[in-house]
């Protein structure tokens, strides 16, 4: 009985619908390699290779700003002011403060994060780490993540779509 409980939960989970909505554009507005695209900013390249929980929708916030979102094997990139961000992933539930990465952005840089998950008998909570080009090159390219940008988010976000290119404010 309890391994059938654990199974269903975990379906749900995994099957779970989300308020937000994304689109795959043909060309990613913002490219995860090659020269930065702005020389003026940060780029920060979210990458989600994960099998598992492919209809659950993983937000990201920088400094409390909405930046982006994943649903499935996808990824997406951001500006980021030069300065201090701390970026935080969520199953738009509740964000998991502890699952966050702090950076100090310098201005023609690029930045990845690798959005990872824990699995709590059916409760998904999403954590980001640090991980370098080689390590995201392998995740967009040999794991198939598709480039993922935000056009429709619930009324609590209190906030429109960032659009294809958003620009997070640094502290």
């Given at each position: ?72 094997e996808?990824?997406f ?77 619930p009324?609590?976000e ?14």
């Open positions: 009985m309890r391994i059938a409980t654990l199974a269903i939960v975990t379906l749900l989970t995994a099957t779970g619908c989300s308020a937000y909505s994304l689109a795959s554009p043909k060309v990613p507005p913002i490219p995860a390699f090659g020269p930065v695209a702005r020389t003026d900013v940060a780029t920060v390249c979210v990458v989600r290779p994960s099998h598992f929980a492919l209809l659950v929708t993983f937000v990201v916030h920088d400094n409390e700003q909405l930046v982006g979102a994943t649903r499935g996808s990824y990139c951001y500006f980021a002011q030069p300065g201090r961000h701390e970026i935080v992933s969520s199953t738009g539930d509740s964000a998991d403060e502890e699952g966050g990465v702090g950076i100090v952005a310098q201005a023609g840089r690029r930045y990845w994060l690798h959005q990872d998950y824990d699995n709590n008998l059916g409760s998904v909570t999403s954590r980001l780490l640090a991980i370098d080009e080689a390590r995201a090159r392998d995740f967009v390219e040999d794991e198939g993540c598709e480039y993922r940008t935000l056009t429709a988010v009324r609590e209190n906030a429109p779509p960032p659009g294809p290119t958003p620009v997070a404010a640094a502290r």
